[in-house]
Every structure is written in C-alpha cells, then in structure tokens.
C-alpha cells in the first residue's frame, strides 16, 4: 500500500501563486508515475501535471502549461506542483496520486493511490 498526503492548498487572489506538496509512503518502489489532477464542482477530474519517477519527463495539460511546474524529491518521495499566475478557473480540489501499473498516462483510471485532496481556491 502507498500513502499519498496532500498540504499547500489555500486561498490566494487571481495572479498569486501557490506550492502544493505531495508526501508518499509505503511501498513507494514500485511507483513510476506521480501525478497531480484537479476536480472543480460538477466536474470530472481532470489532468494537471505528472512526473516519471524513472527519467523525470515532465508531462501537463495545455490549461496550465507555462504556469504551473511538477517536481520531485525521490529522496523524500516527495512531489510538488508550484502554480503560478492562478486564475479563478484554476479553483479546485487538487489531488495527488501514484500508479504501478502502465496505462494512458492523463486518466485517473491508471493511478492506484490517490490523497485526500487540498482546496485551492483563486477568487477575482
């Protein structure tokens, strides 16, 4: 089993910036993909960012491309997700999660763990 712990999430006005935090534990050695998605009310979650555990190829949807940065501290089993210039579209619950297996990469479908979630919410 894997732990996923989200922290980071708030409130912050439109242009402001935020850094979520995702710790994993457990068996994290057979984790290769960590991701971070999103689910506004009435929505589906979605796709944010994702990062290979292996080679760190960096993956993000077109919405928050150019704002937002995935990085990771393997040593910490740490992942983090800076945002940028936030915009009140951006508000959502933000998930982290973590996948074994191979799967198309942007569905929530191919993650096996997920955490709680963190409210992040960009007023006008």
């Known amino acids: 089993q894997v732990q996923l712990v989200e922290s980071g999430g708030g409130l912050v006005q439109a242009g402001g910036s935020l850094r979520l935090s995702c710790a994993a534990s457990?068996?994290?050695?057979?984790?290769?993909?960590m991701g971070w998605f999103r689910q506004a009310p009435g929505l589906e979650r979605e796709f944010v960012a994702a990062i290979s555990r292996s080679n760190g190829f960096l993956y993000y949807a077109d919405s928050v491309k150019g704002r937002f940065t995935i990085s990771s501290d393997n040593a910490k089993n740490t992942v983090y997700l800076q945002m940028n210039n936030l915009k009140p579209e951006d508000t959502a619950v933000y998930y982290c999660?973590?996948?074994?297996?191979?799967?198309?990469?942007?569905?929530?479908?191919?993650?096996?763990?997920w955490g709680q979630g963190t409210q992040v919410t960009v007023s006008s």
């Open positions: 457990g068996r994290t050695v057979g984790i290769n993909y």
């Open positions: 999660a973590a996948r074994l297996r191979f799967g198309f990469l942007r569905a929530p479908a191919s993650y096996d763990y």
